[in-house]
């Protein structure tokens, strides 16, 4: 037996609670694992507060990616003991993710971990640091060189933004680091950003075309935020856009598509193809500073994470969200 975070629905509503689980409860998969670290994301909030239909069928283990151990595997590429990690594949929302002691998964959707990362280490990082690998290989993949100009980063100060700073930082870009918290500011130049922007001066409408202000952008916000950045980068400039934490809509023209050659690219961590995430763990652990993890890192227990998922959504969490399962593990 092993506890886990468990949400059901009867006619009552939507419930969530900690209980004990067997292997044998686990849904279908030819690897089981053993979980060392999992995370409390904010599309793990949305699950466990409801707040959002992001569960498809009930009950569901929540917890979008996990790191652990193979304890079993019936799949040629893994055999117990090894090191693993997994982000997206609709685990936490149609298959039971990694809010528990094990998960069963398929092996497909299972990354070796790079021996340079640890377990702890990979969830520090996670889907949200995943995602701004990503981010950040898209906009090298359309062009976007460090002497092209500034980088904005919006919600910088949460998990993909964190990361996303740290990443490009180090790759030698300057970043403009744009968040709603401005107690934050010392915290996000510890990661390398070389400018602070307030929220505040994208969240109204704006016009069609800004002035020109960055080469290029990684958005976790969408809504007007997403349209204001848009409106502001530069000529031939690209904005990757991987959340939306400030709306779904996006209330723009196509000015700055068709006048600036704007190109904007779609970020999806969820079904991204294998050699690609292969290729993102593999840049994180040699592009990413391990050491500035602990700085952008919370640790919450299992039995308190239904209790913090509200405080995420409410935009007062810093960083990454990291839940140790087994630590003992590794």
């Keep these: 037996m092993f506890d ?4 059901d629905k009867s006619e009552e509503g939507q419930s969530v609670s900690l209980v004990k689980l067997s292997p044998e409860q686990l849904p279908e998969g030819d690897v089981l694992v053993d979980v060392a670290y999992s995370t409390l994301n904010y599309k793990d909030a949305l699950a466990i507060t409801g707040r959002s239909p992001i569960v498809r069928s009930f009950p569901m283990v929540p917890g979008i990616d996990y790191s652990g151990v193979v304890a079993e595997s019936a799949h040629p590429d893994y055999k117990p003991g090894d090191r693993v990690v997994l982000n997206g594949w609709g685990v936490g929302e149609k298959h039971w993710g990694g809010l528990a002691g094990q998960a069963r998964a398929r092996g497909e959707w299972l990354v070796p971990l790079p021996e340079t ?10 889907t949200a640091g995943y995602t701004a690998m990503l981010s950040v ?12 100009g500034e980088i904005a980063v919006t919600g910088a100060a949460g998990g993909v933004g964190s990361v996303a700073t740290a990443l490009l930082a180090a790759a030698g870009y300057d970043v403009a680091a744009v968040t709603g918290r401005p107690e934050e500011a010392d915290y996000l130049r510890s990661l390398g950003a070389r400018s602070i922007v307030s ?12 002035k020109e202000r960055w080469a290029g952008a990684v958005d976790v916000a969408g809504g007007t935020v997403l349209a204001n950045v848009l409106a502001s980068i530069r000529h031939r400039g690209v904005v990757a856009a991987c959340g939306l934490a400030a709306g779904m809509d996006l209330p723009t023209t196509v000015a700055p598509f068709i006048l600036r050659g704007v190109t904007l690219v779609g970020i999806d961590s969820v079904m991204c193809p294998r050699p690609e995430r292969l290729e993102a763990w593999r840049r994180l652990s040699e592009g990413l500073d391990l050491k500035k993890l602990d700085a952008i890192t919370t640790e919450v227990a299992l039995g308190d994470v ?19 399962v087994n630590p003992g593990l590794g």
Excluded at 4 to 7: F, H, S
Excluded at 137 to 148: I, S
Excluded at 306 to 324: C, D, K, S
Aim: charge should be positive; avoid cysteine; charged fraction near 25%.
């Design 199 to 210: 929220r505040g001066e994208l969240t109204e409408k704006g016009r069609p075309l800004a």
């Design 137 to 148: 290989m898209a906009l090298e993949r359309h062009g976007v060189t460090p002497d092209k």
């Design 4 to 7: 886990a975070i468990l949400i």
């Design 117 to 126: 990362i640890g377990l702890r280490q990979a969830m520090a990082i996670g």
């Design 306 to 324: 239904i209790a913090t998922a509200p405080t995420l959504l409410e935009g007062r969490v810093r960083g990454r969200i990291v839940v140790p």
